[in-house]
């Protein structure tokens, strides 16, 4: 069974740089590809950042370019997003997404609220 697991959400001030975690069981890590997206209020889910196989590129949405950074740890199989200069427009619920082809494997998602 497979299961992908996000933790590191919370209520975080603007500017600030929290990390979300991402694990993932069940499924032989490297070959997948891994994305992080976001969901806010009335808005649909979108891209925010991802990674290939074995750590390979990375691409991210413009708006996050610079201050957001995915990583994976493949002997872990974790996944991470470094947030950096949070601004109140990046609260959403984020997920965790790990994919293959046509299998899709999906996190139920940790909130980020960005507030003062």
């Known amino acids: 069974q497979v299961q992908v697991v996000e933790s590191g959400g919370g209520l975080v001030q603007p500017g600030g740089s929290p990390r979300l975690s991402c694990e993932v069981f069940?499924?032989?890590?490297?070959?997948?590809?891994m994305g992080w997206y976001r969901k806010a209020p009335g808005k649909q889910r979108e891209l925010v950042a991802a990674?290939?196989?074995?750590?390979?590129?990375?691409n991210y949405k413009d708006n996050v370019k610079g201050r957001f950074t995915i990583s994976r740890d493949d002997a872990k199989n974790k996944v991470y997003l470094q947030m950096n200069s949070l601004k109140p427009e990046d609260t959403a619920v984020y997920y965790c997404?790990?994919?293959?082809?046509?299998?899709?494997?999906w996190g139920q998602g940790t909130q980020v609220t960005v507030s003062s």
């Open positions: 997404n790990a994919s293959l082809g046509s299998l899709n494997y």
């Open positions: 069940g499924i032989s890590f490297t070959i997948y590809d």
């Open positions: 990674i290939i196989e074995h750590g390979g590129s990375t």
